[in-house]
C-alpha cells in the first residue's frame, strides 16, 4: 500500500502542500493547468530554505474578498481543467473552511484572505497533485502551529488563528509546540491536511519519494518547509497482490421514523462531508415495522464528526460504529474524454478502474452525463452509453499505442 506522509514540522500552508506533493512526483503540467484555471501564469520554481531544497509556488494573484457561493463558482469554473474528484475535494475543503469561520464569527457573507484566488488555486492545486499521485492514503503527522500574535483582515488575532482553531478541533489532526513565533500554520494549510488525511499512524514504511514545499520566509534559524514522503507499508499482509487497501470505519443506525426525502436528502450531505460511501436499506424492525438500516463509510479520522451528522440529520439516538475495517480498494484514475453529438463536442470525465495494469471497469461520471443529457435534450442512459464508448475507444488506441494489449468487451 502507498502512502502519503506529510510532515508538517514548520507548519503548512497551502502553496507549501502543493511544492511537497511535487517533489514527490505529482504531475506538475496537471496542476499548472488546474491552477492556471483560476490564477493566470503560477511559477513553480526551486528554491533553497534553510540549507534545504525546496519547490516554491507563485500564483500572482491579487486580494479579492468573497462568499462561499462566489468562490464555489471561481472552483466550477476550473471544472474543464481539473479531474472531477479534485474538483470535489477542493470543494469540501472551502466548506471546512467555511464552516470554521461560521463558528468563529456567526453567518457571514466574505471569506478574506482564504478567499483570494491565490487561495482558490492554491486548493485546486493540491487536491490536483494528491490525485495524481494516485495513492491508498494519507497520514499527517502532529502539525507545528507557530505561537504570538497575528494580523489580518479582522486586525490582531492568537496563533493558530480562530478560523485554524476551529478546523483542528473539527479534524482530529494533533498539533505540536516549537519554539518559533509567527503563524506557521494557514487556514488554508490546515483544512487541506484535515481534508487529506484518512490514516493515524503507520508502520514498517518504504521511503519511495520525498518532497519539499517552501514557505515565502526564509528564517536562518529553520528550514520553513513542509516534508513530504511516498512510502510503501507492508502493514495488511493480507491485501489482494493485484489490489491495494485502506482502513475505514462503518457507521449504522436503524430508522423508522424518518420520510424518503430526508433520508435522500441525509445521503447527500454525508456525501458532501466527505463519507467514502453513504447507504439506506429497507429493513423490518422491531413489532414488524417497516424501516431502514443507514450505513455510512468514512476514513477513521472524520468518524467522530459523521456520527454527530448522522444523529442531527436523522434524529436518531444511537449509531454504531464497527472501527478500522480494512477494505480493498482497485486502483483507479478519471480520464478526460471527446464525445462528439451531432455537431457539439464537449470533454467529460470518465472513472477507469485497473486490476493488474489492466483495465476492468469504465463508468461516465453521472452529473456531467445528465448535465450534457439536458443540454442536448437526450436521455441520460444515451449519453452515458455514448461517453463510455468514446472512452473505450480513446483508452483502446492508448494503450495499443503503449504497446499494451488490453481487451474491452
Known amino acids: 500500500m502507498r502512502l502519503l506522509v506529510f510532515e ?27 491552477m492556471g484555471a483560476v490564477v493566470a501564469n503560477p511559477t513553480i520554481s526551486e528554491v533553497t530554505r534553510a540549507g534545504i531544497q525546496a519547490i516554491k509556488i507563485d500564483t500572482h494573484a491579487t486580494p479579492v474578498h468573497r462568499s462561499l457561493s462566489d468562490v464555489l463558482q471561481r472552483i466550477d469554473e476550473a471544472a ?32 478574506h484572505e482564504v478567499g483570494a484566488d491565490d487561495a482558490i488555486a492554491d486548493v485546486i492545486g493540491a487536491c490536483t497533485a494528491l490525485f495524481s499521485l ?3 492514503g494519507v497520514v499527517v503527522l502532529p502539525v507545528a502551529v507557530g505561537s504570538g500574535t497575528g494580523s489580518g483582515s479582522h486586525g490582531s488575532f492568537p496563533i493558530p488563528a480562530p478560523a485554524t482553531a476551529a478546523i483542528l478541533r473539527s479534524s482530529g489532526l494533533v498539533t505540536r509546540s516549537v519554539p518559533w513565533t509567527g503563524e506557521l500554520l494557514t487556514p488554508t494549510g490546515a483544512a487541506l491536511l484535515a481534508e487529506f488525511s484518512t490514516h493515524n499512524s503507520i508502520s514498517e514504511t518504504k521511503i519511495l519519494a520525498i518532497g519539499y ?24 499482509a493480507a491485501t489482494s497482490e493485484n489490489l491495494s487497501g485502506d482502513e475505514v470505519d462503518i457507521l449504522e443506525t436503524n430508522i423508522d421514523d424518518v420520510t424518503g426525502e430526508v433520508i435522500g436528502n441525509a445521503l447527500t450531505r454525508f456525501m458532501d462531508e466527505g463519507a467514502r460511501d453513504a447507504s439506506a436499506l429497507p429493513i423490518i424492525m422491531k413489532k414488524g415495522r417497516p424501516g431502514f438500516l443507514v450505513r455510512v463509510i468514512c476514513s477513521g479520522n472524520c468518524s467522530a464528526k459523521m456520527a454527530e451528522l448522522m444523529a442531527r440529520e436523522l434524529g436518531t439516538l444511537g449509531i454504531r460504529c464497527i472501527p478500522a475495517v480494512h477494505r480493498f480498494i482497485a486502483e483507479r484514475t478519471v480520464e478526460s474524454v471527446e464525445v462528439i453529438i451531432g455537431n457539439h463536442t464537449r470533454t467529460v470525465p470518465v472513472k477507469c478502474g ?16 445528465r448535465d450534457l443529457a439536458h443540454e442536448m435534450r437526450l436521455p441520460v442512459k444515451d449519453v452515458l452509453h455514448l461517453i463510455e464508448r468514446a472512452a473505450r475507444k480513446k483508452l483502446r488506441e492508448k494503450l495499443v499505442h503503449s504497446a499494451t494489449i488490453q481487451e474491452f468487451q
Open 354 to 369: 485497473w486490476i493488474d495494469g489492466k483495465i476492468y471497469s469504465v463508468k461516465a461520471e453521472f452529473d456531467p452525463a
Open 80 to 111: 474543464a481543467f481539473v479531474p472531477a474528484p479534485a474538483l470535489e475535494q477542493a470543494r469540501r475543503v472551502f466548506k471546512r473552511i467555511n464552516d470554521a469561520e461560521e463558528s468563529v464569527h456567526g453567518d457571514h457573507v466574505h471569506f
Open 213 to 236: 514545499g517552501a514557505g515565502t520566509r526564509d528564517p536562518k534559524d529553520a528550514p520553513n518547509v513542509l516534508r513530504a514522503m511516498l512510502v510503501e507499508t507492508t502493514e495488511h
Open 134 to 136: 494516485h495513492i491508498d
Open 8 to 34: 508538517p514540522f514548520h507548519g503548512a500552508a497551502g502553496d507549501m502542500i502543493i511544492g511537497s506533493l511535487l517533489g514527490c512526483g505529482a504531475d506538475k503540467e496537471m496542476v499548472r493547468r488546474a
